[in-house]
C-alpha cells in the first residue's frame, strides 16, 4: 500500500527531471543560435584578418613583421572588454630566404625554360654562382635509396603527386609531403648536390608552394627548391624529351636566433578560474604571401572567440584563454614553450581547440586526447554536444587536433582541431594567393561561431574523463 502510494510521487519527479533536462538544451539551443547570430552579425574576425595581413603581411618568426603581428593581435585582444592581454617570449632560428630564387631548364639545344619556385624554409643556398647538374627523376624516398651511387652530383627531382583520390586533402598532403620534409637530406646521403620538390598543391598551377624542411644531422646540407606542379608537369616531359639540365640559385641561410612571442589573452572563469579552455591558432607565416588561411584566419577567430562571449553577455564558468603560438611553421617553438609553462603552472587545460586548416566554411571537429581518457572525453561531446550542432552542418571525429596544442597531450586534456571545408585548401597553402581577398567573410565568421559554440557547451556541460 506504501510502495503503491509513491509511484505518482515517483512518476511526477521523473516527469519534472525530464521536462528540466529538455528545457536545459533548449536553452543551450538559444544560445549557440545566439552565437551564429552574433558572429555573422557582429563579428571582426574578417576585419581583424584585413589589419593582420595588410599591417603584418608576411610574417615569419623571428622577423620584425612578426613582431609587428604581435603588436596587432595583442591590441585586438584588449580591445575586447574584461580581457587581459600578455606575451610569452620563445626563441627561433631566424631564416632568411635572401635573393629571388632562380631554376631554369637548359636543353640540349641551349634554349632556357624558368621554372616556377621557391626555396624551402630552413634550406641552405646554393651561393651566388648557383649550380647546375644533371637532373634524376624520382617519385619518393625509397626510390633514391635504390638509385644509390646513381644519385651522386645530380639534382634529384622529386615528383610524387598529391592524391588527387583522396577525399580529405590532408589525407593527400600526408600522402606526399614526406619528401619535401626529408627529401634533401635522403638526397644528400646518396651524393646529390641539390633538389627540386613538386610543389603540395592537388591542381596544376604556376604558383610553387614553400613550406619547411628539416636536415638529418651528420648529412650534409644542399639546397631545396619548390616548383610549381605546372613547372614539374613540363620538366617531367622535357626529361624524357630531351634530358637536359637544370640551374639552380638561391642565397638563403640562417642567421643566428631570435626572440619570438606567444600572444596571450583570457576572459577568467567565474566559478573556476584555474580551469583553461583554450583556442588558438599560429600567427607566423610563410613570407612569400599574407599567411590569411595559414594561419590568420584561425588567429583571427580564436581572438572572436572571446569577444562573441563578452558581446552576448556571457560570463564563462572556467578561464577561456586565446593563445596565438609562434612559429608553428618552422620550428614549434612557441606551442612546445606554452606546454613547458602550462606543466609549471599546474592549470588544468580541460580542453583546447585550434583552427589552423583554413577560413573556409566549418564542417566540424576531430578530437584527440591521451588514451586514458578519449572514449570518456568523446563519449561527453558526441552525446551531449553533438545533437545541438548538427543542424548547423556540424560533425564530430577522433583524430588528430592541432601541431601547436599537440604538446598538451600529456596534461591529459581534450585537443581539439577545428575541421573546415578543405578542397580549396592547398590552393593557397604556403604560397603567394595567401592573401586577404581569398578569405570569405562569411565562411571565416561560421567558423568563429562553431568555436565558440563548442567552448560554450564544453563550459556549460564540463568534461566527466
Known sequence: ??????????????VVTSLHGQQSADQHAVMVRKIHEYSLKNGQSHHWLRTLCKQAGPRLAGHETYNRAVEITSSQLASI???????????????????????????SDGSVQRLQCFALGNSVGTGKQGI?????????????????????????????????????????YGGAVDQRVYG???????????????????GIDT????????????????????????????????????????????????????TCDNVIGELKGNISPDT???????????????????DGSGCVQSIDVLNILVGIGYKPRYTIRCVLFANEENGLAGGNAYAAQAKEEGLIHLAAI?????????????????????????RTVSQKMLPLLESYGLQFETGGSGADIGPLKGLK???????????????????????????????????????TSLIYLIDQYGLQP
Open 1 to 14: 500500500m506504501k510502495v503503491k502510494s509513491l509511484l505518482p510521487y515517483l512518476f511526477c519527479a521523473l
Open 413 to 451: 586534456g581534450l585537443l581539439i582541431g577545428l575541421r573546415p571545408d578543405s578542397q580549396r585548401y592547398f590552393d593557397y597553402h604556403h604560397t603567394a594567393r595567401d592573401v586577404y581577398e581569398n578569405v570569405n567573410a562569411r565562411e571565416l565568421k561560421l567558423g568563429a561561431a562553431a568555436m
Open 354 to 378: 585550434e583552427s589552423d586548416a583554413g577560413g573556409f566554411s566549418p564542417r566540424g571537429f576531430s578530437f584527440d586526447a591521451d588514451t586514458s581518457v578519449l572514449k570518456k572525453y568523446y
Open 207 to 258: 604558383f610553387a608552394h614553400t613550406g619547411t624542411l628539416v636536415y638529418k644531422e651528420g648529412l650534409p646540407q644542399i639546397p631545396a627548391l619548390a616548383i610549381s606542379t605546372a613547372s614539374a608537369e613540363w620538366l617531367s616531359e622535357s626529361l624524357i624529351k630531351d634530358g637536359g639540365k637544370v640551374f639552380m640559385r638561391s642565397t638563403s641561410h640562417m642567421e643566428g636566433s631570435a
Open 132 to 172: 647546375v647538374a644533371e637532373v634524376l627523376e624520382v617519385q619518393g624516398l625509397d626510390e633514391v635509396a635504390r638509385l644509390g651511387e646513381k644519385v651522386k652530383g645530380k639534382i634529384v627531382f622529386y615528383n610524387r603527386p598529391m592524391d588527387e583520390a583522396a577525399i580529405r586533402t590532408f589525407t593527400a
Open 276 to 294: 583553461i579552455l583554450l583556442v588558438g591558432g599560429h600567427l607566423d607565416a610563410w613570407d612569400v604571401g599574407e599567411g590569411a588561411h595559414d
Open 184 to 202: 634533401a637530406s635522403r638526397a644528400a646521403e646518396y651524393g646529390a648536390v641539390g633538389v627540386l620538390i613538386r610543389s603540395m598543391g592537388l
Open 81 to 107: 572588454k574584461g580581457v587581459s592581454v600578455r606575451t610569452q617570449t620563445t626563441t627561433t632560428q631566424k631564416w632568411q630566404r635572401g635573393e629571388r630564387e632562380i631554376a631554369n631548364y637548359l636543353s
